[in-house]
């Protein structure tokens, strides 16, 4: 969830260095990106002004629109990237090129 908040909030304060900061979060590990120190360190990286982010992630009304936001995720049925969805079937997460194909015939 918190990188749900800091997502929201570096998106707040600007969308080109978050575009900036999701590419580096989906270059990282399960293991760094689960380390706040290591976020921070990627926020300020691309510019963003951390304690603002610190502090947006903090407030009450973001702390509601995350909250709203991943309710509305969890409808969806989508719990991981990549999520490719072939007729009715949800393929979830990076599967080799040979599951697809026996998918698709």
Request: aromatic share 10%; glycine share 6%; hydrophobic share 35%.
């Amino acid at each position: 969830e918190y990188l749900t908040a800091v997502g929201y909030c570096a998106y707040k304060e600007d969308q080109d260095k978050f575009w900036k900061l999701n590419d580096l979060l989906f270059a990282s590990s399960k293991d760094e990106i689960s380390d706040p120190e290591f976020v921070y360190g990627l926020l300020s990286g691309v510019g963003l002004d951390l304690l603002e982010v610190k502090a947006c992630t903090n407030r009450t009304a973001t702390k509601t629109a995350i909250e709203t936001e991943l309710a509305e995720l969890k409808k969806t049925g989508i719990y991981g990237t990549p999520t490719i969805f072939v007729n009715d079937t949800a393929i979830v997460g990076p599967k080799p090129e040979r599951v697809y194909r026996l998918m698709l015939h």
